[in-house]
């Protein structure tokens, strides 16, 4: 049975073109997975989603697992009959949750055990559950359970999870069923070049459906997480698809395309939306800003999204500053049409073979200018 | 110039059905004004408020006032552009609010001066002060600035109120200019028969686009505010539409459309969403109840709203409790569903002359059965 193909189209420089083919449809790549944490991606319907031109979205086991729990999505036909999202879901393991919690969890051989932020209830997570959950959800892509060490762990903690998680990789393919989705690896090893190249070693060589690098963006300066992406992604498969886990500001997404990343997910377009921080195409903007009170120009006059067709700054200023749920909402959709946006972009570029044209023209309309903010 | 004209074109007992003429388009009558409090419908896009069949909606003055302020809106080409909303607006005056903030307010012939809630500025509201507002905001529909006594109010205290309102009503009118919307009056008296005599022939005495009930729902006994309405509805004058302020719930609909009553508007409704309270064709429920954790049902089997068609009780549930953004928006899409369809059900009775037979099968439906909610 195939679970997930990757089929390269084209490249540019390190930058490539290509589809996912899973069993809920293709996904354009370079992608980027819009993150609907509880079932939903915040504030928005499923359509809506797919219109901004998210082809894939995300979903996370563990908070799921505590809220509705696994039977009433089950129950549902799965996540996708649950929340109405037709196209392909990737799930997280839950493990990078569960191992957030800090003191509340306890790591052996097994698994992980913890008490969940919801009622403090002692749970367990072990490689066979996570798939278990995540085939509940009706996962099509599904990730291994892996421990992600917080940025500054020493070498010898991230060396023994490294090890560790390459036991559990095998143990979720053997957990994986028939009906199961297909099942990515995740490379650890924190910002140790030589740990990066031995879990990638030990992922990799169990032939799994593709490969993210997990443990990055967790508190690391950005030059060591550029400089791991760059040296690790080059050694990943090529025929396999590679994922770079919880990251997706436009910058980086500029960047690690740059450097041959095919998926990515993130909070940040809709977290920082939901706190007025906006995308533009010269940088960002603050929309709390009082320099926007009677600013009757769009958000962006290149952007195409409904809030900036529609509505002024001082609109959207308004919204905000009065909470009104309408803010959280167009702000949503236009950090993801942005974002979005920005991966087609990419796609079409790499297709021509301008991957460097297009990361130059980027770079070069952030370049700040007297007054704007960046 | 004509502001404001009501075409009657069927009765049914005493409830009509008749056509508002705004300089905005028509509206169907009875109907249901949904609230745009602070420059949005919370949570919806105007056209989305559109689509669930409301043709007026109304703006709250005061709170548009303090934020974003009038001279942001009138920028934007008033409510209208600023919003994004194409249809007719009726705006109240102000007064509900700032009589609202109690010991917070002092009143005079002249007009009321008040702390405002957000930052405790003083501020002052005239009867004329209220028409440039609302002209500024480019209302359709005005409201006369009035004094709304609460529930309780001694008969003396109610009599001098309403015979200052009166006044300002002459004032009000005077005050509106040229390109102004239409003007409406406002029927106070309390809860006492003879002073809501009073009130009416002073202030329909005055030659305004329409009449308001005002000064009901604000903690009286529902017996005693319907007898008011039964009382006082007939004497209006019939070639002038019957506004009754602050009403809406099902129930209070079906009750006073079947008095006379054209117009209603009520925050209940969104607000009531908003907590989770979900008006169904049986009664209410309230989508917390763990007893719809698992339940894949509809909300209402006999709707044909977003909410309904689409996801399940469960899943609302889900959510609700989640505290999703996109729980308060399908919440609310239901209960205006729920609201407008039921005025178009109304409307459509009257015209065939069933007002009773629809009012008898609205309220079978809510006979309480063993195990519902009511």
New interface residues.
């Given amino acids: 049975m195939v679970r997930l193909e990757y089929v390269q189209e084209a490249v540019s420089g390190r930058a490539r073109r290509g589809r996912l083919l899973t069993r809920r449809g293709e996904v354009d790549t370079p992608a980027f997975m819009p993150v609907g944490t509880?079932?939903?991606v915040?504030?928005?319907?499923p359509e809506e989603v797919a219109e901004l031109g998210a082809q894939i979205i995300l979903g996370n086991t563990y908070?799921l697992l505590l809220?509705?729990g696994l039977?009433?999505v089950e129950?549902?036909g799965g996540l996708h009959g649950?929340?109405?999202w037709e196209g392909p879901i990737l799930t997280d393991s839950g493990g990078f949750q569960v191992f957030s919690l800090g003191a509340l969890r306890t790591v052996e051989e097994e698994g992980v055990s913890f008490r969940n932020h919801l009622d403090g209830g002692l749970m367990s997570l072990t490689p066979e559950l996570a798939v278990q959950a995540q085939e509940s959800l009706g996962s099509d892509i599904m990730m291994m359970l892996d421990e992600c060490p917080p940025a500054g762990a020493e070498r010898a903690y991230v060396e023994r999870a490294l090890e560790r998680d390459a036991r559990w990789a095998a143990r979720a393919k053997a957990a994986r069923t028939e009906s199961g989705g297909a099942l990515m690896g995740i490379v650890q090893g924190g910002v140790y070049p030589d740990l990066r190249v031995k879990s990638l070693e030990l992922i990799c060589g169990q032939e799994l459906d593709g490969y993210a690098l997990g443990g990055l963006s967790v508190g690391e300066p950005k030059e060591v997480m550029m400089e791991v992406i760059d040296q690790t992604v080059p050694q990943l498969p090529k025929e396999r698809p590679a994922y770079l886990m919880g990251v997706g500001t436009p910058e980086d997404l500029v960047a690690c395309v740059g450097l041959g990343v095919d998926m990515f997910d993130c909070v940040l377009p809709t977290r920082m939306a939901r706190n007025g921080t906006l995308f533009t195409s010269t940088g960002r903007l603050n929309i709390r800003n009082a320099r926007y009170?009677?600013d009757?120009a769009p958000v962006d006059a290149n952007c195409g999204c409904?809030a900036c067709r529609?509505?002024?700054r001082?609109?959207l200023?308004?919204?905000f500053?009065?909470r009104?749920?309408?803010a959280?909402?167009l702000n949503t959709i236009h950090n993801l049409y942005q974002v979005l946006g920005l991966m087609a972009g990419l796609r079409e570029a790499i297709a021509r073979d301008q991957y460097d044209a297009f990361a130059r023209d980027f770079w070069a309309q952030r370049a700040p200018e007297p007054g704007e903010e960046n």
Same sequence: chains 1, 2.
């Fill in positions: 509880q079932a939903t915040k504030s928005l319907l908070h809220r509705p039977e009433v129950a549902h649950f929340m109405g009170a009677d009757q409904l529609r509505f002024s001082a609109y200023r308004h919204l500053m009065a009104e749920l309408l959280y909402r």
